[in-house]
């Protein structure tokens, strides 16, 4: 069949599993993870034989070395992977939770039931071992997915979802309640984020360009973030040793993270005690300096910043730098040239901190800690199927609760309205 024709039908399961699944108890799903867990140990073999496919294949297509890297199953890959299975098959399960329980004049109780969202629908680039997080992730939270991964990845996907189903048959589940799009067409991304009828939600996980391209054609919502322009801004009378050490940590912990800092911001009144400090500390581990003027001065050899620096998310060894007046001009500053990822204040003072907090419109926003928080594990969540930035639905890491819904539940007692 054509791929529109192949999609519809992969869409058409996902909708009948998506029922069977949303019905299920937690002890099924977790039974399902927990069977795909040492499905995928007595693979590994199989595993290893269709991932040294994929790699021959991406050699022969002069895949760089970073993503040969990312698309090995290495046997500590794989170790990694059960280990998340059975982490998620631990997590409380959110669906079916009734909250804000209130009891209105009529005698009425009215609440809130956490419910799955449906049919995911999650597209991602050359790791394979996404396809067990997402995968996981989703059925905890009593939800079907579809799986497009990286074209580069197919034998691996493939592989690894006969796995999954073998779990899914062991607890009595269908195995259309996760299924990997077994086809390398880019026609499939397309049908994917355009079947509003099969599909409630898209999460992509990949490139900047990959997004951009689903955030404009998707007819599906869509559960994403564009940019990590993530900012830290040492306050004026704030702990110069405690913000030091959280401006290092929030760049150099990990370059190409969404939640690095990429934007230092200091108040006047400490640049000229703190800026040397870092500069030196900076230099040490390699970091490109891009300043503003008034920067420049405290530190000259710090390379001029142009208007564009302010809106980079560099992914690299690389940091703008820019001194502000104080807190209005901070706060300005991240709201015009942020993404509304993370943004950290350092600082003494509550009164500016709690000023800080409510004013930049950011998805984490945070006091006297590095931005490299910013991730579903370092929040409790236990895990993540990805941060967005967008304002409705689900903000920052999007784990288990964020992938599902609520509706009202009303309680009576034969009441009618009068």
Avoid at 135 to 155: D, F, H, P, Q, V
Avoid at 249 to 270: D, F, I
Avoid at 334 to 351: L, M
Wanted: net charge negative; hydrophobic share 45%; glycine share 8%.
């Amino acid at each position: 069949m054509d791929v529109e024709q192949y999609m519809k039908t992969v869409g058409r399961a996902a909708r009948q599993a998506a029922t069977q699944v949303a019905a299920s108890s937690t002890a099924q799903r977790n039974k399902a993870l927990l069977a795909a867990r040492d499905a995928l140990d007595a693979a590994r073999e199989a595993l290893a034989e269709a991932n040294a496919r994929d790699l021959q294949r991406g050699r022969d297509n002069g895949l760089d070395a970073p993503l040969l890297d990312r698309l090995e199953l290495t046997p500590a890959t794989i170790d990694t992977m059960l280990e998340g299975l059975s982490q998620v098959a631990a997590l409380p399960d959110p669906v079916g939770s009734i909250t804000n329980m209130n009891t209105m004049p009529s005698g009425i109780q009215v609440g809130k039931m956490r419910v799955p969202l449906g049919v995911v629908g999650i597209i991602y680039e050359s790791r394979p071992n996404v396809t067990v997080e997402a995968a996981s992730l989703c059925l905890k939270s009593g939800n079907a997915t579809i799986l497009r991964g990286g074209s580069e990845a197919l034998a691996s996907n493939c592989a690894i979802a006969a796995c999954l189903a073998e779990g899914l048959r062991a607890a009595g589940l269908p195995e259309t309640a996760v299924q990997v799009i077994e086809t390398a067409d880019r026609a499939a991304v397309g049908q994917l984020i355009t079947m509003p009828d099969y599909v409630d939600v898209i999460v992509p996980r990949g490139g900047k360009s990959l997004i951009e391209r689903i955030s404009r054609e998707a007819l599906v919502p869509v559960i994403k973030h564009l940019d990590g322009v993530c900012h830290v801004y040492i306050d004026e009378g704030a702990d110069l040793g405690m913000a030091s050490a959280i401006a290092m940590n929030a760049k150099t912990h990990r370059y190409g993270t969404c939640n690095t800092m990429e934007t230092l911001l200091v108040a006047l009144s400490e640049a000229p005690e703190v800026l040397p400090r870092l500069a030196e500390a900076y230099a040490a581990a390699g970091v490109e300096l891009r300043g503003c003027e008034q920067a420049q001065a405290i530190v000259p050899q710090i390379a001029a910043a142009s208007e564009q620096d302010w809106y980079e998310e560099y992914l690299a060894p690389v940091l703008a730098l820019k001194v502000v007046a104080g807190l209005d001009e901070a706060i300005a500053h991240i709201n015009r040239y942020g993404s509304q990822h993370t943004d950290s204040i350092v600082t003494r003072d509550h009164g500016r901190a709690m000023r800080f907090l409510r004013e930049v419109d950011s998805a984490s926003v945070m006091i006297n800690a590095s931005t490299r928080f910013a991730d579903g594990f370092e929040y409790g969540l236990g895990a993540e199927i990805g941060i967005s930035t967008d304002k409705l639905h689900a903000r920052g890491p999007v784990g288990l609760e964020g992938l599902t819904s609520q509706k009202y539940v009303v309680f009576g007692e034969g009441q009618v309205r009068s």
